[in-house]
Protein backbone atom coordinates (compact mmCIF):
# COMPACT_ATOMS: atom_id res chain seq x y z
CA UNK A 1 0.00 0.00 0.00
CA UNK A 2 3.06 2.22 0.96
CA UNK A 3 4.13 1.30 -2.99
CA UNK A 4 0.35 2.76 -4.00
CA UNK A 5 0.32 5.67 -2.20
CA UNK A 6 3.92 6.34 -3.47
CA UNK A 7 2.55 5.78 -7.15
CA UNK A 8 -0.11 7.86 -6.27
CA UNK A 9 1.78 10.01 -5.84
CA UNK A 10 4.46 10.47 -8.18
CA UNK A 11 0.92 10.07 -10.81
CA UNK A 12 -0.42 13.52 -8.97
CA UNK A 13 2.85 15.13 -9.72
CA UNK A 14 3.94 13.94 -12.95
CA UNK A 15 0.19 15.02 -13.90
CA UNK A 16 0.58 18.32 -11.81
CA UNK A 17 3.91 18.52 -14.16
CA UNK A 18 2.22 18.23 -17.63
CA UNK A 19 -0.65 20.19 -16.66
CA UNK A 20 2.02 22.99 -16.72
CA UNK A 21 4.25 21.94 -19.18
CA UNK A 22 1.41 20.85 -21.42
CA UNK A 23 0.41 24.31 -22.47
CA UNK A 24 3.64 25.29 -23.79
CA UNK A 25 4.33 21.76 -25.81
CA UNK A 26 0.91 22.66 -27.25
CA UNK A 27 -0.09 19.19 -27.50
CA UNK A 28 -2.92 19.15 -24.74
CA UNK A 29 -5.31 16.36 -25.57
CA UNK A 30 -9.03 18.07 -24.48
CA UNK A 31 -10.47 17.03 -21.40
CA UNK A 32 -13.50 15.86 -23.11
CA UNK A 33 -11.78 13.55 -25.73
CA UNK A 34 -10.00 12.10 -21.88
CA UNK A 35 -12.73 11.51 -20.55
CA UNK A 36 -14.98 10.64 -23.73
CA UNK A 37 -11.88 7.81 -24.10
CA UNK A 38 -11.67 6.99 -20.70
CA UNK A 39 -15.58 6.03 -20.89
CA UNK A 40 -14.91 3.68 -24.17
CA UNK A 41 -12.16 2.10 -22.72
CA UNK A 42 -14.08 1.18 -20.06
CA UNK A 43 -16.80 -0.37 -22.23
CA UNK A 44 -14.47 -2.18 -24.06
CA UNK A 45 -13.22 -3.80 -20.90
CA UNK A 46 -16.51 -4.69 -19.28
CA UNK A 47 -17.61 -5.99 -22.49
CA UNK A 48 -14.45 -8.00 -23.01
CA UNK A 49 -14.18 -9.28 -19.47
CA UNK A 50 -17.45 -11.19 -19.66
CA UNK A 51 -18.87 -8.94 -17.10
CA UNK A 52 -22.00 -9.61 -18.59
CA UNK A 53 -21.79 -13.07 -18.36
CA UNK A 54 -22.95 -13.33 -14.48
CA UNK A 55 -24.31 -9.65 -14.00
CA UNK A 56 -26.63 -8.98 -16.32
CA UNK A 57 -29.65 -11.58 -16.12
CA UNK A 58 -30.30 -14.22 -19.09
CA UNK A 59 -33.55 -15.02 -20.20
CA UNK A 60 -35.14 -16.91 -22.78
CA UNK A 61 -35.96 -15.44 -25.85
CA UNK A 62 -37.03 -16.73 -28.84
CA UNK A 63 -33.56 -18.06 -30.23
CA UNK A 64 -32.74 -19.60 -27.27
CA UNK A 65 -31.35 -17.71 -23.27
CA UNK A 66 -30.48 -13.76 -23.71
CA UNK A 67 -28.93 -11.36 -21.60
CA UNK A 68 -31.91 -8.69 -20.39
CA UNK A 69 -29.90 -5.71 -21.24
CA UNK A 70 -33.33 -3.87 -20.15
CA UNK A 71 -31.09 -5.23 -16.33
CA UNK A 72 -27.94 -4.29 -17.47
CA UNK A 73 -25.62 -5.01 -14.81
CA UNK A 74 -28.16 -5.04 -11.83
CA UNK A 75 -27.17 -8.40 -10.58
CA UNK A 76 -29.08 -11.43 -9.45
CA UNK A 77 -32.85 -10.39 -9.44
CA UNK A 78 -34.24 -9.92 -6.03
CA UNK A 79 -37.65 -10.80 -7.31
CA UNK A 80 -36.14 -14.12 -8.01
CA UNK A 81 -35.54 -15.94 -4.74
CA UNK A 82 -34.37 -19.13 -5.30
CA UNK A 83 -35.34 -22.50 -4.35
CA UNK A 84 -32.48 -24.36 -2.04
CA UNK A 85 -29.92 -25.14 -3.99
CA UNK A 86 -29.72 -29.01 -5.54
CA UNK A 87 -27.69 -31.41 -3.81
CA UNK A 88 -25.24 -32.46 -6.48
CA UNK A 89 -23.77 -36.74 -6.28
CA UNK A 90 -20.84 -37.60 -5.33
CA UNK A 91 -18.28 -37.19 -8.14
CA UNK A 92 -16.63 -34.70 -10.15
CA UNK A 93 -19.89 -31.95 -10.35
CA UNK A 94 -18.73 -28.94 -8.23
CA UNK A 95 -21.39 -25.90 -8.93
CA UNK A 96 -24.63 -25.26 -10.49
CA UNK A 97 -25.83 -21.82 -12.13
CA UNK A 98 -29.18 -20.87 -11.82
CA UNK A 99 -30.94 -20.25 -15.51
CA UNK A 100 -29.95 -16.77 -15.16
CA UNK A 101 -26.48 -17.49 -14.08
CA UNK A 102 -26.98 -14.55 -11.17
CA UNK A 103 -26.76 -17.48 -8.49
CA UNK A 104 -23.92 -20.10 -8.02
CA UNK A 105 -23.82 -22.61 -5.57
CA UNK A 106 -20.54 -24.29 -4.62
CA UNK A 107 -18.09 -25.10 -1.99
CA UNK A 108 -18.42 -21.94 -0.77
CA UNK A 109 -21.86 -21.73 -0.59
CA UNK A 110 -24.59 -19.85 -2.86
CA UNK A 111 -23.45 -16.42 -4.11
CA UNK A 112 -25.56 -13.88 -6.09
CA UNK A 113 -23.74 -11.64 -8.22
CA UNK A 114 -23.85 -7.66 -7.48
CA UNK A 115 -25.84 -4.84 -8.83
CA UNK A 116 -22.97 -2.87 -10.79
CA UNK A 117 -25.45 -0.04 -11.94
CA UNK A 118 -25.12 3.54 -9.61
CA UNK A 119 -28.17 3.08 -8.02
CA UNK A 120 -27.41 5.02 -4.72
CA UNK A 121 -29.11 2.28 -2.57
CA UNK A 122 -28.93 -0.84 -4.17
CA UNK A 123 -25.84 -0.80 -6.83
CA UNK A 124 -22.80 1.23 -6.69
CA UNK A 125 -24.08 5.11 -6.66
CA UNK A 126 -22.25 5.99 -3.30
CA UNK A 127 -19.01 4.09 -4.27
CA UNK A 128 -15.98 6.44 -4.82
CA UNK A 129 -13.16 4.74 -6.86
CA UNK A 130 -10.92 4.29 -4.25
CA UNK A 131 -13.66 1.68 -2.87
CA UNK A 132 -14.07 0.00 -5.99
CA UNK A 133 -10.04 -0.17 -6.48
CA UNK A 134 -9.66 -1.60 -3.12
CA UNK A 135 -12.74 -4.49 -3.85
CA UNK A 136 -11.07 -5.41 -6.64
CA UNK A 137 -7.31 -5.41 -5.32
CA UNK A 138 -8.39 -7.28 -2.00
CA UNK A 139 -11.13 -9.74 -2.86
CA UNK A 140 -12.96 -8.23 0.06
CA UNK A 141 -16.19 -5.64 -0.49
CA UNK A 142 -14.95 -2.02 -0.39
CA UNK A 143 -11.32 -3.76 0.51
CA UNK A 144 -13.26 -4.23 4.62
CA UNK A 145 -16.08 -5.96 3.97
CA UNK A 146 -16.70 -9.65 3.65
CA UNK A 147 -14.84 -11.49 0.87
CA UNK A 148 -15.85 -11.96 -3.17
CA UNK A 149 -16.82 -14.94 -3.60
CA UNK A 150 -16.99 -17.68 -6.60
CA UNK A 151 -17.34 -17.15 -9.33
CA UNK A 152 -15.76 -13.41 -9.61
CA UNK A 153 -12.46 -13.87 -10.91
CA UNK A 154 -11.05 -11.91 -8.00
CA UNK A 155 -7.32 -13.41 -8.74
CA UNK A 156 -7.17 -12.54 -12.35
CA UNK A 157 -8.70 -9.07 -11.76
CA UNK A 158 -6.19 -8.01 -9.19
CA UNK A 159 -4.05 -7.71 -12.09
CA UNK A 160 -6.04 -4.80 -13.20
CA UNK A 161 -3.67 -1.66 -13.54
CA UNK A 162 -5.23 1.37 -11.77
CA UNK A 163 -5.90 2.96 -14.61
CA UNK A 164 -7.93 0.21 -16.30
CA UNK A 165 -9.69 0.35 -13.08
CA UNK A 166 -10.59 4.03 -13.17
CA UNK A 167 -11.85 3.27 -17.19
CA UNK A 168 -14.11 0.20 -15.59
CA UNK A 169 -15.31 2.60 -12.80
CA UNK A 170 -16.36 5.50 -14.84
CA UNK A 171 -18.02 3.12 -17.19
CA UNK A 172 -19.91 1.40 -14.47
CA UNK A 173 -20.79 4.94 -13.21
CA UNK A 174 -22.41 6.26 -16.74
CA UNK A 175 -24.84 3.65 -17.19
CA UNK A 176 -28.90 3.25 -16.13
CA UNK A 177 -29.37 2.98 -12.33
CA UNK A 178 -31.72 -0.49 -11.88
CA UNK A 179 -32.96 -0.59 -8.62
CA UNK A 180 -32.61 -4.28 -7.57
CA UNK A 181 -31.79 -5.30 -3.66
CA UNK A 182 -29.36 -8.31 -4.34
CA UNK A 183 -29.86 -11.11 -1.29
CA UNK A 184 -26.77 -11.25 0.53
CA UNK A 185 -24.95 -14.96 -0.08
CA UNK A 186 -25.52 -18.25 1.82
CA UNK A 187 -23.49 -20.16 3.51
CA UNK A 188 -22.32 -24.02 2.45
CA UNK A 189 -24.27 -26.54 3.80
CA UNK A 190 -23.15 -28.13 6.83
CA UNK A 191 -20.76 -31.29 6.20
CA UNK A 192 -23.03 -34.24 6.87
CA UNK A 193 -22.95 -35.77 10.21
CA UNK A 194 -20.00 -38.49 11.19
CA UNK A 195 -21.20 -42.13 11.83
CA UNK B 1 11.43 31.04 -15.35
CA UNK B 2 8.54 30.90 -12.99
CA UNK B 3 7.69 27.67 -14.70
CA UNK B 4 11.12 26.35 -14.70
CA UNK B 5 10.96 26.91 -10.62
CA UNK B 6 7.75 25.35 -10.57
CA UNK B 7 8.90 21.98 -12.36
CA UNK B 8 12.44 22.24 -10.34
CA UNK B 9 10.11 22.60 -7.29
CA UNK B 10 7.98 20.10 -8.54
CA UNK B 11 11.47 17.39 -9.19
CA UNK B 12 12.56 17.86 -5.56
CA UNK B 13 9.18 17.03 -4.78
CA UNK B 14 9.25 13.72 -6.61
CA UNK B 15 12.68 12.80 -5.27
CA UNK B 16 11.27 12.90 -1.67
CA UNK B 17 8.27 11.34 -2.62
CA UNK B 18 10.13 7.86 -4.33
CA UNK B 19 12.93 7.98 -1.65
CA UNK B 20 11.61 4.47 -0.05
CA UNK B 21 11.43 4.11 3.92
CA UNK B 22 13.86 2.24 5.15
CA UNK B 23 12.66 -1.56 5.27
CA UNK B 24 11.22 -3.14 8.17
CA UNK B 25 13.25 -5.04 10.49
CA UNK B 26 12.82 -8.72 10.92
CA UNK B 27 13.43 -8.73 14.34
CA UNK B 28 10.93 -7.09 17.40
CA UNK B 29 13.93 -5.84 18.81
CA UNK B 30 15.33 -4.13 15.65
CA UNK B 31 11.82 -1.90 15.88
CA UNK B 32 12.97 0.31 18.93
CA UNK B 33 10.32 -1.18 21.18
CA UNK B 34 12.96 -2.64 23.51
CA UNK B 35 15.79 -1.45 25.81
CA UNK B 36 18.18 -4.12 25.38
CA UNK B 37 19.09 -6.53 22.42
CA UNK B 38 18.11 -8.94 23.70
CA UNK B 39 15.81 -8.18 27.05
CA UNK B 40 11.92 -7.61 26.81
CA UNK B 41 12.22 -4.42 29.08
CA UNK B 42 10.59 -1.59 27.03
CA UNK B 43 12.36 1.78 26.65
CA UNK B 44 10.75 3.99 29.11
CA UNK B 45 10.29 6.64 26.31
CA UNK B 46 7.65 4.31 24.86
CA UNK B 47 4.52 4.91 26.68
CA UNK B 48 1.79 2.19 27.55
CA UNK B 49 -1.85 3.10 27.08
CA UNK B 50 -4.83 0.99 27.85
CA UNK B 51 -7.87 2.43 25.72
CA UNK B 52 -11.01 2.21 27.86
CA UNK B 53 -12.62 0.40 24.99
CA UNK B 54 -11.14 -2.21 23.76
CA UNK B 55 -11.64 -4.06 20.33
CA UNK B 56 -12.79 -7.54 21.00
CA UNK B 57 -9.82 -9.87 19.69
CA UNK B 58 -11.11 -13.45 20.69
CA UNK B 59 -9.68 -13.16 24.63
CA UNK B 60 -6.43 -11.79 24.01
CA UNK B 61 -4.38 -9.83 26.64
CA UNK B 62 -3.17 -6.82 24.54
CA UNK B 63 -0.16 -4.89 26.14
CA UNK B 64 0.10 -1.20 23.76
CA UNK B 65 3.24 1.40 23.53
CA UNK B 66 3.43 4.62 22.31
CA UNK B 67 6.65 6.35 20.80
CA UNK B 68 6.09 9.74 19.59
CA UNK B 69 9.63 11.80 18.51
CA UNK B 70 11.79 13.64 20.73
CA UNK B 71 9.90 16.78 20.94
CA UNK B 72 7.12 16.68 19.10
CA UNK B 73 3.56 16.60 19.62
CA UNK B 74 0.30 14.75 17.63
CA UNK B 75 -2.10 18.15 16.89
CA UNK B 76 -5.49 17.61 17.90
CA UNK B 77 -6.99 20.66 16.67
CA UNK B 78 -9.68 18.04 15.17
CA UNK B 79 -10.45 15.99 18.10
CA UNK B 80 -11.80 13.08 16.26
CA UNK B 81 -9.41 13.28 13.81
CA UNK B 82 -5.84 13.57 15.59
CA UNK B 83 -2.63 14.70 13.71
CA UNK B 84 0.65 12.64 14.69
CA UNK B 85 3.93 13.98 13.87
CA UNK B 86 5.90 11.44 11.00
CA UNK B 87 8.30 8.63 13.60
CA UNK B 88 5.27 7.91 15.58
CA UNK B 89 5.58 4.64 16.47
CA UNK B 90 2.47 1.83 17.93
CA UNK B 91 3.09 -1.69 19.46
CA UNK B 92 0.08 -3.81 20.22
CA UNK B 93 1.36 -7.38 21.71
CA UNK B 94 -1.37 -9.83 21.57
CA UNK B 95 -1.02 -12.85 24.26
CA UNK B 96 -3.21 -16.29 24.74
CA UNK B 97 -3.04 -17.88 27.92
CA UNK B 98 -0.22 -16.26 28.79
CA UNK B 99 1.92 -16.98 26.09
CA UNK B 100 2.44 -13.86 23.93
CA UNK B 101 1.39 -14.77 20.02
CA UNK B 102 2.46 -11.74 17.89
CA UNK B 103 3.20 -8.27 18.46
CA UNK B 104 1.38 -5.73 15.50
CA UNK B 105 3.20 -2.49 14.68
CA UNK B 106 1.94 0.75 13.01
CA UNK B 107 3.97 3.57 12.31
CA UNK B 108 3.65 6.97 10.68
CA UNK B 109 6.68 7.35 7.66
CA UNK B 110 8.41 10.59 6.61
CA UNK B 111 6.10 10.70 3.55
CA UNK B 112 3.23 10.92 5.56
CA UNK B 113 1.79 7.38 5.06
CA UNK B 114 1.45 4.73 7.16
CA UNK B 115 3.08 1.23 7.29
CA UNK B 116 1.93 -1.95 8.93
CA UNK B 117 3.76 -4.96 10.39
CA UNK B 118 3.16 -8.26 12.32
CA UNK B 119 5.86 -9.81 14.54
CA UNK B 120 5.09 -13.45 15.57
CA UNK B 121 6.61 -14.96 18.37
CA UNK B 122 9.07 -18.08 18.65
CA UNK B 123 8.59 -20.96 21.19
CA UNK B 124 10.72 -19.63 23.38
CA UNK B 125 9.14 -16.46 23.70
CA UNK B 126 12.19 -14.43 23.62
CA UNK B 127 11.68 -12.76 20.01
CA UNK B 128 9.03 -11.99 17.40
CA UNK B 129 9.98 -11.89 13.90
CA UNK B 130 8.57 -10.10 11.12
CA UNK B 131 5.54 -12.02 8.64
CA UNK B 132 5.41 -11.25 5.24
CA UNK B 133 2.81 -8.90 4.83
CA UNK B 134 1.39 -10.23 1.46
CA UNK B 135 -1.36 -12.72 2.86
CA UNK B 136 -2.26 -13.89 5.94
CA UNK B 137 -0.44 -16.64 8.14
CA UNK B 138 -2.33 -19.24 10.38
CA UNK B 139 -0.62 -20.78 13.58
CA UNK B 140 -1.55 -23.21 16.00
CA UNK B 141 -1.75 -22.40 19.74
CA UNK B 142 -1.05 -24.51 22.43
CA UNK B 143 -4.53 -26.38 22.60
CA UNK B 144 -4.59 -27.01 18.67
CA UNK B 145 -6.62 -23.42 18.42
CA UNK B 146 -5.90 -21.58 15.60
CA UNK B 147 -4.69 -17.92 15.13
CA UNK B 148 -4.67 -15.55 12.50
CA UNK B 149 -2.00 -13.33 11.60
CA UNK B 150 -3.20 -10.28 9.21
CA UNK B 151 -1.86 -9.83 6.35
CA UNK B 152 -1.24 -6.03 5.68
CA UNK B 153 -4.51 -5.78 3.58
CA UNK B 154 -6.16 -7.21 6.12
CA UNK B 155 -4.14 -4.21 8.90
CA UNK B 156 -5.35 -1.88 6.28
CA UNK B 157 -9.07 -2.92 6.16
CA UNK B 158 -9.84 -1.78 9.86
CA UNK B 159 -7.46 1.15 10.04
CA UNK B 160 -7.17 2.44 6.77
CA UNK B 161 -10.95 3.29 6.52
CA UNK B 162 -10.30 5.49 9.49
CA UNK B 163 -10.77 9.14 9.95
CA UNK B 164 -7.17 8.47 11.20
CA UNK B 165 -5.36 5.08 11.19
CA UNK B 166 -4.30 4.89 15.03
CA UNK B 167 -7.65 3.64 16.28
CA UNK B 168 -7.53 2.91 20.20
CA UNK B 169 -5.45 6.17 21.25
CA UNK B 170 -7.75 8.97 21.18
CA UNK B 171 -9.44 11.15 23.67
CA UNK B 172 -12.31 9.54 24.15
CA UNK B 173 -10.32 6.07 24.91
CA UNK B 174 -7.44 8.01 26.97
CA UNK B 175 -10.44 9.85 29.14
CA UNK B 176 -9.51 9.56 32.62
CA UNK B 177 -13.45 9.29 32.66
CA UNK B 178 -13.25 5.60 32.42
CA UNK B 179 -16.78 3.58 31.97
CA UNK B 180 -17.02 0.66 34.09
CA UNK B 181 -19.68 -0.99 31.98
CA UNK B 182 -16.89 -1.23 29.18
CA UNK B 183 -17.05 -4.91 27.95
CA UNK B 184 -13.19 -6.25 28.58
CA UNK B 185 -12.71 -2.75 30.18
CA UNK B 186 -8.59 -3.30 31.69
CA UNK B 187 -7.81 -1.14 34.29
CA UNK B 188 -5.42 1.72 33.63
CA UNK B 189 -1.90 0.80 34.68
CA UNK B 190 -0.49 3.03 37.16
CA UNK B 191 1.90 4.04 34.26
CA UNK B 192 0.07 4.01 31.54
CA UNK B 193 -0.48 7.63 29.39
CA UNK B 194 -3.50 9.05 29.72
CA UNK B 195 -5.28 12.31 27.73
CA UNK B 196 -4.33 14.41 31.22
CA UNK B 197 -1.02 13.64 30.86
CA UNK B 198 -0.35 14.29 27.22
CA UNK B 199 -1.81 17.53 27.58
CA UNK B 200 0.25 18.27 30.79
CA UNK B 201 3.44 17.02 29.36
CA UNK B 202 2.93 19.10 25.61
CA UNK B 203 2.51 15.74 23.96
CA UNK B 204 -1.11 16.81 22.21
CA UNK B 205 -1.66 20.36 21.71
CA UNK B 206 -4.71 22.50 20.12
CA UNK B 207 -7.43 20.17 21.69
CA UNK B 208 -10.42 21.94 21.77
CA UNK B 209 -10.66 23.59 25.48
CA UNK B 210 -13.73 21.80 26.42
CA UNK B 211 -12.39 18.31 25.95
CA UNK B 212 -9.18 19.57 27.38
CA UNK B 213 -11.13 20.67 30.87
CA UNK B 214 -13.62 18.03 31.08
CA UNK B 215 -12.30 14.50 30.06
CA UNK B 216 -14.24 13.03 27.23
CA UNK B 217 -17.16 11.26 27.95
CA UNK B 218 -20.01 9.89 25.81
CA UNK B 219 -23.49 11.26 26.79
CA UNK B 220 -26.41 8.46 27.29
CA UNK B 221 -29.23 8.54 28.80
CA UNK B 222 -28.68 5.31 30.24
CA UNK B 223 -25.31 3.97 31.96
CA UNK B 224 -25.77 0.82 29.48
CA UNK B 225 -26.51 2.66 26.90
CA UNK B 226 -23.31 4.68 26.94
CA UNK B 227 -21.26 1.07 27.05
CA UNK B 228 -22.97 0.00 24.20
CA UNK B 229 -21.82 3.41 22.22
CA UNK B 230 -18.16 2.61 23.47
CA UNK B 231 -18.30 -0.38 22.21
CA UNK B 232 -19.41 0.15 19.02
CA UNK B 233 -17.28 2.99 18.55
CA UNK B 234 -14.52 0.68 18.86
CA UNK B 235 -15.17 -2.27 17.28
CA UNK B 236 -17.16 -0.75 14.42
CA UNK B 237 -16.64 2.79 13.96
CA UNK B 238 -13.27 2.53 11.98
CA UNK B 239 -15.73 1.46 8.87
CA UNK B 240 -18.64 2.82 9.87
CA UNK B 241 -17.43 6.49 9.93
CA UNK B 242 -18.23 10.14 8.23
CA UNK B 243 -17.38 9.03 4.56
CA UNK B 244 -15.85 12.30 4.58
CA UNK B 245 -13.33 12.08 7.21
CA UNK B 246 -11.35 9.60 5.15
CA UNK B 247 -11.26 9.22 1.33
CA UNK B 248 -10.83 5.48 1.67
CA UNK B 249 -13.70 4.58 3.94
CA UNK B 250 -16.89 3.06 3.17
CA UNK B 251 -19.94 4.65 1.55
CA UNK B 252 -22.48 3.94 4.66
CA UNK B 253 -25.17 5.46 6.42
CA UNK B 254 -24.73 3.53 10.11
CA UNK B 255 -22.02 5.89 11.72
CA UNK B 256 -20.81 4.62 14.77
CA UNK B 257 -17.67 6.20 15.62
CA UNK B 258 -17.74 8.22 18.01
CA UNK B 259 -17.15 12.32 18.08
CA UNK B 260 -16.04 13.68 21.35
CA UNK B 261 -16.55 17.42 20.63
CA UNK B 262 -20.43 16.84 19.72
CA UNK B 263 -22.19 16.17 22.74
CA UNK B 264 -25.48 15.07 20.83
CA UNK B 265 -22.86 12.47 19.29
CA UNK B 266 -24.72 9.87 21.23
CA UNK B 267 -28.27 10.73 20.79
CA UNK B 268 -27.82 10.99 17.15
CA UNK B 269 -26.04 7.21 16.98
CA UNK B 270 -29.00 5.51 18.81
CA UNK B 271 -31.45 7.37 16.59
CA UNK B 272 -29.71 6.48 13.39
CA UNK B 273 -29.59 3.12 14.83
CA UNK B 274 -32.99 2.94 15.57
CA UNK B 275 -34.20 4.87 12.13
CA UNK B 276 -32.34 2.86 9.80
CA UNK B 277 -33.56 -0.32 7.83
CA UNK B 278 -30.28 -2.95 7.54
CA UNK B 279 -28.91 -2.51 4.35
CA UNK B 280 -28.31 -6.48 4.85
CA UNK B 281 -30.68 -8.89 3.86
CA UNK B 282 -30.66 -12.62 3.63
CA UNK B 283 -32.48 -13.95 0.62
CA UNK B 284 -36.43 -13.56 0.73
CA UNK B 285 -35.54 -11.34 4.01
CA UNK B 286 -36.77 -7.32 2.87
CA UNK B 287 -36.97 -4.66 5.04
CA UNK B 288 -35.07 -6.23 8.16
CA UNK B 289 -34.04 -3.70 10.86
CA UNK B 290 -30.68 -3.18 12.63
CA UNK B 291 -32.22 -2.76 15.98
CA UNK B 292 -36.18 -4.31 16.98
CA UNK B 293 -36.40 -2.16 20.43
CA UNK B 294 -37.42 -4.86 23.05
CA UNK B 295 -36.41 -7.55 21.12
CA UNK B 296 -32.89 -8.68 20.66
CA UNK B 297 -33.62 -11.60 18.18
CA UNK B 298 -35.00 -9.38 15.83
CA UNK B 299 -32.33 -7.19 13.98
CA UNK B 300 -29.47 -7.93 12.22
CA UNK B 301 -26.87 -6.10 13.98
CA UNK B 302 -26.69 -8.75 16.49
CA UNK B 303 -27.63 -11.41 14.38
CA UNK B 304 -24.26 -10.49 12.45
CA UNK B 305 -22.51 -10.27 16.01
CA UNK B 306 -23.34 -13.47 16.65
CA UNK B 307 -22.28 -14.97 13.43
CA UNK B 308 -18.89 -15.80 12.48
CA UNK B 309 -19.94 -17.40 9.02
CA UNK B 310 -17.23 -14.91 6.70
CA UNK B 311 -20.71 -14.23 4.81
CA UNK B 312 -22.06 -12.96 7.51
CA UNK B 313 -19.82 -11.67 10.41
CA UNK B 314 -19.73 -8.50 11.68
CA UNK B 315 -16.34 -6.87 12.47
CA UNK B 316 -16.13 -9.21 9.02
CA UNK B 317 -12.49 -9.83 9.92
CA UNK B 318 -10.52 -9.92 12.89
CA UNK B 319 -12.29 -12.34 14.96
CA UNK B 320 -13.74 -15.83 14.79
CA UNK B 321 -14.93 -15.85 18.37
CA UNK B 322 -18.40 -13.58 18.92
CA UNK B 323 -17.87 -11.42 21.92
CA UNK B 324 -20.52 -12.94 23.80
CA UNK B 325 -19.76 -10.03 26.62
CA UNK B 326 -20.80 -7.40 24.45
CA UNK B 327 -23.50 -9.63 22.80
CA UNK B 328 -25.39 -9.81 26.22
CA UNK B 329 -24.85 -6.26 27.19
CA UNK B 330 -26.33 -5.04 24.04
CA UNK B 331 -29.29 -7.59 24.45
CA UNK B 332 -30.13 -6.32 27.62
CA UNK B 333 -29.54 -2.42 26.29
CA UNK B 334 -32.38 -3.68 23.56
CA UNK B 335 -34.89 -5.46 26.03
CA UNK B 336 -34.78 -3.46 28.71
CA UNK B 337 -33.47 0.43 28.02
CA UNK B 338 -35.04 0.65 24.51
CA UNK B 339 -38.41 -0.94 25.27
CA UNK B 340 -38.42 1.22 28.11
CA UNK B 341 -37.70 4.12 25.76
CA UNK B 342 -35.14 5.11 28.40
CA UNK B 343 -32.68 5.34 25.38
CA UNK B 344 -35.42 7.96 22.82
CA UNK B 345 -37.50 9.67 25.19
CA UNK B 346 -34.52 12.57 25.41
Request: charged content about 20%; glycine content about 8%.
Amino acid sequence: MTVHRTRSSIATLLGTALAIASPLAGSAEPAADAAASKLAHGKYLVTIAGCNDCHTPLVMGPEGPERDMTRMLSGHPESLVMPPRPVLPEGPWGAVAAATFTAWSGPWGVSFTANLTPDPETGLGKWTLQNFRDTLRTGRRMGRGREILPPMPIPMYKNLTDEDIESIFTYLQSIPAVKNHVPEPLPPPEPPAAK
Amino acid sequence: MRIGMLLASLAASLAHATQAPEPLPSSLHDTGLYAEPSGLQVRPENRGFTPQYPLWSDGATKHRWISLPAGQSINASQAAVWDFPRGTKLWKEFSVDGRRVETRMIERLEDGDWRFSAYVWNEEQSDATLVPSDKSRTVSLPGGRRYRIPSEADCRACHAGAAVPVLGFSALQLSTDRDPLAPHAEPARADDLNLHELIAKGMLVDLPRELSETPPRIAAPTPAGRAVLGYLHANCGQCHVDPKLSGSAVPVELQLAHDPSDATAGTKTIHTLLDSASRYSSAGAADARLIVPGDPQGGTLLARMRSRDPRIQMPPLGSAIPDLEAIVLIEYWIEQDLKNNQETSQ
